[in-house]
Structures are given as C-alpha cells and as structure tokens.
C-alpha cells in the first residue's frame, strides 16, 4: 500500500517551486540595479524594485502550499485544499507581480503602455484547470484511498 | 484496485498543460520582438518644413516607418497627433488602422490636419511665434489581438507665425486735399508664410481716439511672400482737419482673409503726429 504522507515529495516541491515563484526573480530584482541602473530612472526602478514586497510573501506562500500539496497522499482532503490552494497563490502571484497584465511607465520622455491581461488569461485559465486536477483527483483516488486505509470498514468509499 | 475516473483527471491534467504550453508560446514568440533588429520602427519627423496650407488648415506631412521581423502580424497599427498651441488644441488626428505582417515593412504617408481657427481669437502662431507642443504616438495590437501596445512622445516645436508682420507706416502717411475731401496714402507691408499659397484681401480700418472711423481701405496682396504696398483712404473733411490739427493716438485694426476662410484680425494703437507725418 502507497504511503498517505510523503515528506520527501514535499521537500523536492517546495524547492521545484522555490527556484521560479521566489529564488529566480528575487535574483533577477537584486541583479537588475547592476544591470539597467544607469538606464532606468530612479521611479522606474524603486517600482520595479518593490516588487519583492509582493514576490516574497507570494512566493513563499507557493512553496509552503506546494510542500503541503505533495506531502499529502491523492485521496486526501488535505492534498486538495493545499493544491488548490497552491494554484491559487499562484494565480495572485502572477496577477500582482504583472499587475493584471498592463504595464505602463515613462522613460526618457516616452510613455510606453502594454497590455497583455487577455494573454494572461490563458495562464489563469491553466492554473484553474491544475485547481480542478487536484479537485477531480480528490473525488477519483477517495474511495481507492479509503479502502486500502480502511479495508474493514464498509462505509470506506461511500458518501461522507 | 482498478481506481475510476482517471480519464477525467487525465483530461484536466491534459487541458492545463495544454493552456500552459499555449500561454508560453505565445508569449516567447511575442517576446521575440523585443530582439533587436526584429522590431523596426522609423519614428515620424513633424516640422515647419513639411507644412503645406490646403482649404484653410496646415498639413504637416510625415511619415512613420514600421518592420516587422517577429513572429506574429501587427495590426490595428496606427499613428496619432494631438498638437496644441498655448493651451489651445488644434490637431487631434488617427491615421487608419493597418496591418503589417511578418517579414514585411511598412510606410505609412500621414498628413497630419492642424486646424488653426482655434488659434484667431488668440492670435498666437498667426502673428506671433510659437511653440507647438505635439505627443505623437503609436498603437496596435499583435499576437493574434491578445496584446496591445503603445508609445507616446511629447515634444515642443518652434513655429514661425503665419503672419510675420502686417504694419501701416502712418509715420510716412501723407494727407493730401483731394477735392472736399482728403486722401490719406501711407506704405503698408505685409509678410506671410512661405508655405501659403494664393490672394488674400486685407481690409485695414482705421478709428480715432474717440472710437470714430476715419477710414478704411481694401488691398489684394499675394501670399507666401512680403508685399509692399500703398494704403490710401478717402477721409471726410471734418476728420482729415482733425487729423492735420492734433496728435492723436489710432486704433489700427487689419484684417485678413487666408484660403479657406480663416479670418484673422489684428488691432493696434498707433500715436499719430501731424507733424511727423
């Protein structure tokens, strides 16, 4: 029988997750000064600056939610509610750190606008269906679940 | 245990990485125009240079330049121009929305309408220079409609007036009897815009102190270049005593007709002097 928890699983997740929600982009925002400093105005760049005040806590709430998705078995209500949640953190992740899909800021006398929140809604959209996944593999693997956990029980897979 | 219900797990798992992988091709094809050299675009050059004056506006000819060596067609492509002059807007202009495709690069001729009726009232740029404040930008959209962008720019242009200067020389003036009247002659000039084309009928009136006419006269100059002339007007006896007797300050008003009905009036005090006139 398949364990129902999986420390080790959670370790790996948590850092799968850690490298593009948190460890990337934090270097990418403490490398940047370096990089564009002299060419992005001191507004610009204290804005893009701040966005660590949003990827960090998001960032971190993924990896936790990531870790408590894959150290619970499929069958488990705790690992659909971490995994839904997880995508849902994701969701707000992308959502702040790309505010909403319109970017517009002035630059040396230019103001430049992009609009891209209609390509983020097909991210949104495959972040909904991971939600579902974790909600339909719930209801699939319950009763599997339920009868290897419990075989004597009769009830095991029935309505709860 | 056979588990059921993997088909649909299988079909949600298959559909998120479907929308995952869409989403990321997408946005690195649409990322790929930020490569130099993917992304041309030959900025529109707005100057005095290129006016022309066609059915009482100035068009200011440009033209905006775009390659497209991405992945995806730019469409709804579009250039605009606002202008204003001290505040009061005399252009506010969209060119037609096009397309360029991929590999392929584009000119677009605009001819941007600046109306300067506006601008009568105010007489900046009609007979003063002035700045002419533009934000040129350009808008479309790309990656089949899902991403819309946008630049603008705002500049400051100086303008040379449409009317340099419109002067009566009263200092010259000489009043003559011309009968039981008298005739008032005195040299004129006026300079217009080289880019004006055409006759213009000015009307220059002229009013004492008092707010009474002393006389007004019409003359047929060409545009586009500076004209000397000579103004006469028939004064009445009474008023030409008047003139030929006492110093006194005259109210000058000019008036001017260009192409396309743009009336523009410009008035001025002038001390007259019998005696150094």
Redesign the interface.
Known sequence: MESRYHPGRAVVSAIANAIPFVILPIFALRTLPNLLGPFLPPEVLSEVLSLESIILPLGIGVTILAALTAFFGKGLAGRAAFGTGRQLAKLAWVYFVFTGGLISLSLL????????H??LY??Y??VL??A??FV??Y???R??YR??AYPTDHYAGGPT | MQVKGRGALLIVRIAGIGALLAFMALALTTMALVIPGNLEILPPELDATSARFQDGRVYLDTTLGVGNNGYHDITDLSLFVQASVAGIQVSDYRTPPVTVSVGQRTFINVSVPMDLAPLASSGALIFLPANVEFTVGVAGTTTRGFISFGASFTFQQPVDPLIPQANLDLANGTLAVNGTAFQWTMPYTVETASFLQGNTTIRITIFNETGVLVGNTTAVVPLGTLVNGNATFQVTAAMGLDLATRPQNLTVRLELVLPGGLGVTDETVVAWDPGGG
């Open positions: 006398g230019v103001s430049l606008f992009l609009d891209f209609l390509l097909i991210f959209a495959a269906l991971g579902l996944y339909v593999e209801f699939v693997y009763r599997a009868m290897a």
